[in-house]
């Protein structure tokens, strides 16, 4: 099925340690996401890569980073510079930036 | 900067009430927008969009949202909601900057909650 695969779905990590989320999508598309959802604020941007080897810092970049090494990957590690990570998060790709977005089924991170 | 605004929070109706979303955005020049819509422990999928043409846009299970240039705003409705709507409801624009990197922006979201 084509699509976008997070992993994992739940993860617990202890405060301090560095995490990476994944991000798969066969969908060939150019453009790949990672949104950042707490309740009451919506979802905002965390980074974004509009092509493979290249990404953009999104509104909220601070204690997180990215690679795009390959098109179908865009894995998000949550450093522990950051300071508030519980979150729900949601990596997302489109045929080229400013297309229609679609989106994984999210990643839920718990920091303890 | 750009932004998205929802004002309304948190919406409850009854079965076959009529729907309406506010959605206003800060940007001037030319958008693209997006409803998208979240059901209870599913994935954010795409209720309607608009690029161009008709600002009267229709989408999947009988949502449609007007696009008002003048007021900046995209507003969701439905003539009559059934319980299976209680969802989050995300407005996003994307502005166009003239070939340079855009991106999709949200607004904070409105949780719908239909009693039936």
């Known amino acids: 099925d084509g699509g976008i695969t997070q992993s994992p779905k739940y993860l617990f990590r202890k405060e301090g340690q560095n995490v990476t989320l994944s991000c798969e999508q066969n969908l060939n598309h150019d453009a790949m996401y990672w949104y950042r959802q707490d309740p009451g604020q919506g979802l905002r941007l965390i980074y974004y890569?509009?092509?493979?080897?290249?990404?953009q810092k999104g509104d909220i970049a601070e204690g997180y980073s990215v690679s795009r090494e390959k098109k179908e990957s865009f894995p998000l590690t949550v450093t522990s510079a950051q300071k508030n990570p519980t979150a729900f998060y949601l990596c997302?790709?489109?045929?080229?930036?400013?297309?229609?977005?679609?989106f994984g089924e999210g990643s839920w991170l718990t920091v303890v | 900067a750009q932004s998205v605004s929802q004002h309304n929070h948190h919406v409850i109706l009854s079965e076959a009430a009529s729907l309406e979303l506010g959605c206003n955005y800060s940007?001037?020049?030319?958008?693209?927008l997006f409803w998208y819509v979240q059901y209870p422990g599913q994935h954010l999928q795409l209720l309607l969009k608009?690029?161009?043409?008709?600002?009267l846009v229709k989408g999947i299970k009988g949502f449609e949202a007007e696009f008002i240039k003048s007021k900046f705003s995209f507003n969701l409705r439905k003539p009559s909601v059934q319980w299976s709507d209680t969802a989050e409801y995300f407005c996003?624009?994307?502005?166009?900057?003239?070939?340079?990197?855009?991106?999709?922006?949200f607004g904070t979201g409105t949780l719908l909650a239909v009693q039936p």
């Open positions: 996003a624009v994307n502005a166009d900057y003239g070939g340079a990197t855009n991106k999709l922006i």
């Open positions: 997302a790709s489109s045929i080229e930036s400013g297309n229609t977005i679609y």
């Open positions: 890569s509009q092509i493979v080897n290249d990404f």
């Open positions: 608009y690029f161009s043409g008709d600002p």
């Open positions: 940007y001037g020049g030319t958008v693209n």
